[in-house]
């Protein structure tokens, strides 16, 4: 596609739900990003993708958050049992590949956890 | 590890006035520079790069941005700013280990333009 797609743009939950957040990517981006946005804060890095493989998760805050990417292209963040503090604006962003210096961001799902 | 450091969270300006928003940042290796400018429901937007080479930076929307390494600085500045600049913007540096760009961002400025 023309840009980063991310679906959905707001999801509200009840805590102790499963929630997945979804991400395509700019076509032919081989690698793929995970970022967590709290309220008043920059972003924070989550995860990274290289082509199918999980190149470095040292992002994600503990074993509830998981991430694939089973064809080198969607990439699907998933949260079990949401806690309160789970909410913020999930953004994904991807570039060509190595040797790319610039991420492309998309307009983020925002996670509301009641 | 890197870190950034966004020395103001909020700064209000009157239209057509020049501003400058201030970053330093924290490394003990090189890196690459980067402001992204955020409006409002909308994603991140590259508004320009230091990655070498000349200091000053010119990026889109008539914003500049000058790499100071003895300071650590890389402040961002714009002669005249319109409404439309209105926006939260953050800086972000990054180390580019095996084409891997794992962007560590500062907290914000909120630059509100006031008629």
């Known amino acids: 596609g023309a840009g980063v797609s991310q679906t959905p743009s707001n999801k509200v939950t009840e805590k102790g739900k499963y929630v997945e957040l979804r991400c395509d990517p700019i076509s032919g981006h081989t690698a793929l990003y995970w970022y967590r946005q709290s309220l008043g804060q920059g972003p924070e890095f989550l995860i990274y993708f290289q082509g199918t493989g999980a190149a470095d998760d040292s992002g994600l805050p503990n074993d509830r958050f998981f991430a694939v990417r089973p064809e080198g292209s969607v990439s699907t963040l998933k949260i079990q049992r949401t806690e309160r503090g789970d909410s913020a604006v999930y953004l994904c962003?991807?570039?060509?590949?190595?040797?790319?210096?610039?991420?492309?961001f998309g307009a983020g799902s925002r996670l509301t956890v009641l | 590890a890197q870190s950034v450091t966004q020395l103001d969270s909020q700064v209000p300006v009157f239209e057509e006035a020049p501003v400058e928003l201030r970053c330093n940042y924290s490394?003990?290796?090189?890196?690459?520079l980067f402001w992204y400018v955020q409006y409002p429901n909308q994603g991140l937007q590259l508004l320009l790069k230091y990655l070498s080479g000349s200091t000053l930076v010119k990026g889109i929307n008539g914003f500049e941005a000058e790499f100071n390494k003895s300071q650590t600085s890389f402040h961002l500045r714009k002669p005249s700013v319109h409404i439309s600049d209105t926006a939260e913007y953050f800086c972000?540096?990054?180390?580019?280990?095996?084409?891997?760009?794992?962007?560590?961002f500062g907290q914000g400025t909120r630059l509100t333009i006031n008629p």
């Open positions: 490394s003990s290796v090189s890196v690459y």
């Open positions: 962003a991807s570039h060509p590949g190595p040797g790319a210096n610039v991420l492309t």
């Open positions: 972000a540096v990054s180390r580019p280990i095996q084409g891997a760009q794992k962007l560590v």
